[in-house]
């Protein structure tokens, strides 16, 4: 038998693509309704058990925790799923995983994200994206040449509320928005000191957990109960933990991307710990805006002003020409009251989401990118980490967003970035 090339190639081409779907799981199918083979790192705690859940109708191929109580009563709920302690085993050796997802504490979710990334593996990763500005941006440019799906794991930007308030803020229905003051109502993740060292659970492979940070001896207070959030060798604090979530509302409606400067307010730094309580503010140029942080105490000026510092607790502030736009997760409001009684909103625009893992896996599955992807979650990541790093920095921050450099500010290279644990690498 004889064949021509145009029928040599298009033979080749789908052979071509059987093979690449075998290769990357879906359930040997390349069927774009295939179970993904996916890979959870970190399964212990609230999130890690919520990842789970919303996994349940795909395939968890394998799971890694470095406690072993932990990840022996997730393998009792899936017998199937490879057991793992080191995430870097498991992406050595799980040839035929499709996506990875992310939970573990802050200072390990760019190494094991851009292990998975680079062995071609699409990868979801818990807010915030990654523990440093310098991480984020690598995870940022690797997701784009590698060209894999991704999602960060801001849940409520799936949620409709969020969608509403960016209709009404692009709508114009409070007019041109030239400040956004973000306030969280109180703090959480605060420390004047290191925690007392105490005797490492038999089952906890402290190593591990420690992964690219400096060395620390095991404290009750880093683990398992979240405290290393309050400490700048693992999390970051409030403005970390939260902002992302918040901070991403006026991020969206704004089409914002890297700040021009940034100036933060506190009690004197500590070299270990968190503040209670901070100001941050971000000004950037397109558009002209500034965006204003606050957690602890601290309250904007602007909602004393208009009489509602008792009836808002947490959320955004959009302060517009016309009036002023209030809004948290589930709820927002246009105020004046009275002006806006008759107001009607404008047709929804931007579609409801399936859910946010559902939009992870579509995109991973070829379909439109999920909306959290890294490209969007990178620029919000080092926006909101850059108040750190400014709160650190004791002064404010020119910011050089191509070069990645503090114009003014030669003492912020030291919190731009760490040094990694030998043995570690991005």
């Known amino acids: 038998m004889t064949m021509n090339r145009r029928a040599f190639l298009s033979t080749s081409s789908a052979a071509g693509a059987w093979i690449a779907g075998v290769a990357r799981g879906y359930g040997q199918s390349a069927s774009p309704n295939a ?35 932990h990840l022996g009563v997730v393998a009792q709920q899936h017998p199937k ?19 990875v997802l992310v939970t573990t504490p802050d200072h390990v979710h760019a190494p094991a994200a851009m292990m998975a990334m680079k062995l071609g593996k699409h990868v979801y990763v818990e807010k915030p994206l990654a523990h440093s500005v310098y991480e984020a941006r690598v995870l940022r440019e690797t997701a784009a040449a590698r060209k894999v799906a991704t999602q960060m794991g801001t849940q409520i930007h799936s949620g ?25 109502g109180g703090h959480r993740w605060s420390a004047d000191a290191l925690p007392a060292a105490s005797d490492c659970p038999p089952t906890l492979n402290w190593d591990l957990w420690l992964g690219p940070a400096a060395d620390r001896p095991f404290s009750k207070g880093y683990h398992p109960a979240g405290g290393w959030r309050k400490y700048w060798n693992f999390g970051g604090g409030d403005l970390a933990d939260m902002a ?101 909103p404008p047709t929804p625009s931007i579609p409801e989401s399936p859910g946010h893992h559902a939009e992870w896996f579509e995109a991973c599955r070829g379909g439109a990118p999920a909306l959290c992807n890294f490209d969007y979650a990178g620029a919000l ?24 450099k503090a114009k003014n500010c030669p003492e912020a290279d030291a919190f731009l970035r760490r040094e990694y644990r030998k043995g570690w690498t991005l």
């Open 160 to 184: 409709s509320n969020y969608r509403r308030v960016v209709e009404l803020v692009r709508a114009g229905a409070i007019g041109k928005v030239r400040e956004v003051h973000t306030f969280l």
């Open 381 to 404: 990541t080092e926006c909101v980490l850059l108040g750190n790093v400014a709160y650190r920095s004791g002064r404010k921050i020119e910011w050089d967003a191509a070069a990645m």
């Open 35 to 69: 179970k993904l083979n996916i890979g959870l790192i970190g399964v212990s705690g609230m999130r890690g058990r919520d990842h789970l859940a919303q996994c349940a109708s795909q395939t968890i191929a394998a799971i890694c925790d470095v406690d072993e109580a």
């Open 244 to 344: 992302c979530h918040h901070v991403d509302l006026p991020f969206w409606a704004l089409g914002l991307k890297s700040p021009v400067a940034v100036e933060a307010k506190g009690p004197p730094p500590n070299p270990d710990g968190a503040p209670p309580w901070a100001e941050v503010t971000w000004t950037f140029a397109d558009p002209a805006v500034t965006l204003t942080w606050y957690h602890g105490d601290r309250l904007p000026a602007a909602l004393k002003e208009i009489g509602w510092e008792k009836k808002w607790r947490g959320g955004n502030l959009f302060v517009g020409e016309k009036g002023y736009l209030l809004a948290n997760y589930g709820d927002h409001k246009l105020l004046p009251e009275e002006k806006y009684a008759d107001f009607a």
């Open 81 to 99: 799923a490879a057991r793992y302690a080191d995430f870097r085993e498991m992406l050595e050796k799980e040839k035929g995983l499709d996506a």
